[in-house]
Every structure is written in structure tokens, then in C-alpha cells.
């Protein structure tokens, strides 16, 4: 079993910043790809961000330069830096980790998710 623990969300005004955090705990091997989604009101869920292994990184264009995901492999952690937030930004993010178990065998979970909510 793989566990996320996400943080960092909250109330912010419209220009504001952010950072999201998801630590990965439990049967874990190796991480493959960490990432971010967001799920806003009415609207499917949406890839925002996502980094591999080798630190290559990849952003939705509505958050290209304001946005900035990285990683600590030291503590299976990914975090999501939000810079000039605005009011389409407001929505449920939630941390996705692709994983290979202690038996190799490869799996993907999904964090609780934490809410962001930004005003104008």
C-alpha cells in the first residue's frame, strides 16, 4: 500500500502564491512519475503539471511560467509552486505518484486532494 499526504492549499487573493506539497509513503521501490491535477467546479480533471524521474518536467499551458512542480527523491515528495494566481486556478488539486513496489510490480495512486481557492 502507497499512501499521499498532500498540504499547502488554501485561500488566496488573485496574484497571490501557493505551494502544494504530496509526500508518498508505504510500499515503495522506486518513484516514476510524480504529478498534479486539478478538478474545478463543473469541470473534468485536468492535468496541471508533471515531472519523471530525471527531473524533466511538463505544464498545462494555462500555468506555463507561473507554475513550477519539483521533487525531493530523498522524501518521495512533490511539491507545486503557484505564483500570480487567478480566480480560474480555483479548484481541487490532487497529487498523482506512478510507483514500483518492493516487488516490482508498477501501480499508481492518487492523493485526497486539498483545495485551492483563489479571489478576485
Known amino acids: 500500500q502507497v499512501q499521499l499526504v498532500e498540504s499547502g492549499g488554501g485561500l488566496v487573493q488573485a496574484g497571490g502564491s501557493l505551494r502544494l506539497s504530496c509526500a508518498a509513503s508505504?510500499?515503495?521501490?522506486?518513484?516514476?512519475?510524480m504529478g498534479w491535477y486539478r478538478r474545478a467546479p463543473g469541470k473534468q480533471r485536468e492535468l496541471v503539471a508533471g515531472?519523471?524521474?530525471?527531473?524533466?518536467?511538463n505544464y498545462a499551458d494555462s500555468v506555463k511560467g507561473r507554475f513550477t512542480i519539483g521533487r525531493d527523491n530523498a522524501k518521495n515528495t512533490v511539491y507545486l509552486q503557484m505564483n500570480s494566481l487567478k480566480p480560474e486556478d480555483t479548484a481541487v488539486y490532487y497529487c498523482?505518484?506512478?510507483?514500483?513496489?518492493?516487488?516490482?510490480?508498477?501501480?499508481?495512486?492518487w492523493g485526497q486532494g486539498t483545495q485551492v481557492t483563489v479571489s478576485s
Open positions: 515531472i519523471n524521474g530525471g527531473g524533466d518536467t
Open positions: 498523482n505518484v506512478e510507483y514500483s513496489s518492493p516487488t516490482r510490480t508498477w501501480g499508481s495512486t
Open positions: 508505504g510500499s515503495i521501490f522506486s518513484i516514476n512519475i
